[in-house]
């Protein structure tokens, strides 16, 4: 086998065009307030192109980030936000402090973390066990947010991802469709030709002054082929919580409708908003019902830890004797369940409460254990740890436009926070001034990978897989970096 068809098998394995730049001294303190140790720089012992193989054949991903997380505490969201009152959040710059080293198409890449529940619901021959295992996997693929404050970079237009895991089964997508609106398209497959995921995101921003809420709009769908099912859905409402002042945290809110359209069945998900003392932190509950809308089971348990279900009646008996007070079994805390480290901040709820757990319950999900030192590269999943990871030889077969290739963000994570500052802001410029050469000539901009058309589930507008990506013609892509 050539090299080429090794690093194949390896990878088969939004910033503002109008931003004035005002923010760019904050952009170049960062590098300032940073304290980083050289020889700690990849605390795996391997240069950021190595990996390693297992006996078995199967590529080991890294488990660490070539260099540790800097801190926040100097600065302040407010410091900038303050100055954009009235403006459009998509349309402001903030410094790369408020960052992780990670594109926005490479966090819609984590919802395949919890891939085994796709293979679980393709595996299932009972529709309502199908049902369970697609309601965990739309659970699963928000798990990932828990402690991430920081902010993946904004996909330049054309900007790319592709990621192919063969132990896991999938291979997957990505284009950042439009600019503005920024839209992010995305297409997967199963390696067994047993599902497709796909679907748009598009991120609408509000600012309420003590937080910011992203509502993640744009259509989920997820096919499984053996059973010619297809599922709908949209996110969550996504909200940061004390960009005034005191100690970022997130939560999740709003309901989740997920719809058989082959059957019939629904499952209805509300992510629960805080509420008084932080009560309600984190909890999902909901219902399957059937296409006669009877109530086929319920769901219960927490965005951060795990997902139950159990029959309705047994949820309104156990309801009801906790209202009168009866006995409440509470389901131990899992090792690989982290709990917060901070909780005397300031307006930040108690998350030390654990699911109330009802007697005969199933398991549906749950959390992935993080890495020992997640707290030190930006609260991330060791499936996020592995996105931006870059072989030696690999720049041979991906797209040139590829995240991996993004200097501000290969800079970032290697620590190099004065060059990814710079790289940034030139790579803004250059959105800016390609943009308006195409408004000079009047040219329009042309997608590469996915076009504009219909779900056909839905009969809502999408943006659609265009096939062809995996032939590896890349001779018309654009130069974007």
């Known amino acids: 086998m050539n090299s080429e068809e090794e690093f194949y098998d390896a990878v088969t394995g939004f910033d503002s065009d109008n931003s004035s730049g005002d923010f760019s001294e904050a952009n170049h303190k960062v590098a300032e307030m940073l304290d980083l140790d050289p020889h700690q720089s990849n605390r795996t012992g391997k240069h950021n192109g190595e990996t390693e193989i297992q006996e078995n054949g199967i590529k080991r991903h890294r488990t660490s980030l070539p260099a540790p997380m800097f801190s926040r505490s100097d600065f302040s969201v407010w410091s900038i936000l303050k100055k954009c009152i009235g403006l459009e959040l998509s349309k402001i710059t903030m410094p790369i402090v408020f960052n992780e080293p990670l594109s926005f198409l490479q966090r819609i890449t984590e919802y395949m973390e919890h891939i085994y529940l796709i293979n679980k619901a393709c595996s299932h021959a009972d529709p309502l066990e199908r049902m369970q295992a697609v309601a965990a996997f739309a659970v699963s693929a928000v798990a990932s947010q828990w402690e991430r404050t920081g902010k993946p970079f904004n996909p330049l237009l ?156 047994t949820y309104e008996t156990y309801k009801k004797n906790e209202k009168r007070g009866g006995e409440q079994k509470k ?113 329009e901009w042309h997608t590469r990978w996915f076009h504009q058309g219909t779900n056909p589930y839905t009969g809502t507008s999408d943006w659609l897989y265009s096939g062809g990506y995996f032939d590896r013609n890349f001779s018309d892509c654009p130069d974007i970096y």
Not at 364 to 382: K, V
């Open 158 to 313: 054309g900007e790319t991802y592709e990621l192919t895991r063969e132990d896991l089964g999938f291979r997957f997508i990505s284009e950042q469709v439009s600019h503005h609106p920024p839209i992010s398209a995305f297409y997967s497959e199963g390696l067994n030709k047993d599902f497709i995921f796909h679907g748009s995101i598009y991120p609408k921003l509000k600012f309420w002054g003590k937080s910011i809420e992203a509502e993640p709009r744009g259509t989920i769908t997820l096919e499984l082929l053996k059973h010619n099912e297809a599922y709908t859905w949209t996110n969550p409402t996504c909200c940061v919580h004390n960009v005034i002042i005191g100690k970022l945290w997130l939560e999740q809110y709003g309901t989740v409708e997920i719809v058989n359209h082959s059957t019939g069945d629904k499952c209805v998900l509300n992510f629960k908003p805080c509420g008084l003392f932080g009560k309600e932190l984190h909890r999902v509950e909901g219902y399957i019902q059937d296409k006669n809308r009877k109530k086929l089971c319920v769901i219960y348990g927490k965005w951060t830890e795990c997902l139950w279900c159990t029959d309705p009646t």
């Open 331 to 443: 389901l131990k805390p899992s090792e690989d369940v982290i709990k917060s480290e901070n909780d005397e901040a300031d307006d930040m709820p108690d998350v030390q409460d654990t699911v109330q757990f009802i007697p005969g319950s199933k398991l549906l999900w749950r959390i992935n254990c993080r890495p020992p030192n997640s707290s030190q590269m930006y609260n991330f999943t060791s499936f996020a740890v592995s996105l931006n990871e870059l072989e030696k030889g690999m720049e041979a077969i991906l797209a040139p436009t590829d995240c991996r290739l993004r200097p501000d963000i290969r800079n970032m994570e290697n620590g190099n926070m004065d060059v990814a500052s710079k790289e940034k802001e030139r790579l803004e410029e250059k959105q800016r001034a390609a943009r308006k050469e195409r408004a000079k000539d009047e040219v």
